[in-house]
C-alpha cells in the first residue's frame, strides 16, 4: 500500500541520518460514521504494522495516539489501544510516543500512562504541549494543566527517562518563539525543583494521602504557602 511504502521512504531517510527514533502519528486510520467495517480497519492496521515492523532495522517507531482528528474516531485514541496494538504485532521495534495534549484530551493520567509503559518496557516517546482537553489546542506548557505536568515530568524522573523532551506546539497568534521559550523555561524550572527535592515528593507519594502529596507540592511551588 502506498501508505506503507511512504513510511518506508521515511525510515530511509532516518537511516541515512542515523536516526534511530521515530514517530508516527496515523490520524487518517479511524472511523466518521456507525457501521464501518472495524474489523477490517483494524485488520489492516495490525498487518501493514507487522510490515512496517520487519523492515526496521535499529530504529524504533513509536506510535503516537490520539483520540480524534480528523478522523472522529481514530484507531489508536489511547495508551491501551497503543499497547495492545504493540503487543498484537509482536514487534520490539515499536514503542508509543505520549503527546500530553492528545492523553488530555482523553482524560488520561499522564504519570499513570508513562508508569504503564516503563513496567512494560515499551520505548517511549515524549510530545509536550497543553490544552483545555476538548481539542488537541497545542498550546504552552503547563499554561494550562500545571499540575498535570509537575506529576508528569515528576514520573519521568522517577522511571529514568533519558530521551528528547519535545515541544509539539502550535503557536496561532502568539509569538512562535516566545511560546517555545516559555515552555523550555517552566519544563526546566519543574524538573529543577523535582531534581532537588525527590525525596520529600517520594515520601508524600508513598503515603498515598492526597493531603500530604498536595500539601509538599505547593509548599515547593508556591513560595508563601504553609
Not at 12 to 32: E, M, S, Y
Not at 35 to 63: A, C, P, V
Not at 192 to 204: G, V, Y
Request: charged share 25%; with cysteine; aromatic share 10%.
Amino acid at each position: 500500500m502506498e501508505v506503507i511504502e511512504l513510511i518506508k521512504d521515511g525510515v530511509d531517510v532516518a537511516r541515512k541520518l542515523n536516526v534511530k527514533n521515530i514517530t508516527t502519528c496515523p490520524l487518517q486510520d479511524g472511523h466518521d460514521y456507525l457501521f464501518s467495517n472495524h474489523r477490517e480497519r483494524w485488520r489492516l492496521l495490525i498487518d501493514g504494522l507487522k510490515d512496517i515492523s520487519s523492515y526496521l532495522q535499529n530504529e524504533i517507531l513509536h506510535l503516537e495516539y490520539k483520540h480524534k482528528e480528523p478522523r472522529m474516531h481514530c484507531l489508536i485514541s489511547n495508551i491501551g489501544k497503543a499497547m495492545y496494538v504493540i503487543n498484537h504485532v509482536g514487534s520490539d521495534r515499536l514503542g508509543v510516543t505520549i503527546d500530553t495534549g492528545h492523553a488530555i484530551m482523553v482524560d488520561q493520567n499522564l504519570a499513570e500512562s508513562l508508569y504503564l509503559l516503563a513496567e512494560s518496557n515499551m520505548p517511549m516517546m515524549i510530545h509536550l504541549d497543553d490544552c483545555y482537553g476538548y481539542w488537541d489546542d497545542d498550546m504552552i506548557v503547563a499554561s494550562i494543566n500545571l499540575l498535570k505536568f509537575i506529576e508528569f515530568l515528576y514520573a519521568l524522573e522517577n522511571v529514568g527517562y533519558d530521551g528528547w523532551y519535545d515541544l509539539d506546539l502550535y503557536p496561532y497568534r502568539e509569538d512562535p518563539i516566545k511560546a517555545c521559550s516559555h515552555s523550555l523555561k517552566i519544563i526546566h524550572y519543574i524538573r529543577t525543583i523535582i531534581k532537588e527535592n525527590k525525596n520529600k515528593l517520594d515520601e508524600a507519594i508513598k503515603c498515598d494521602d492526597p493531603h500530604k502529596a498536595l500539601d509538599t507540592v505547593w509548599s515547593l511551588f508556591l513560595r508563601d504557602f504553609k
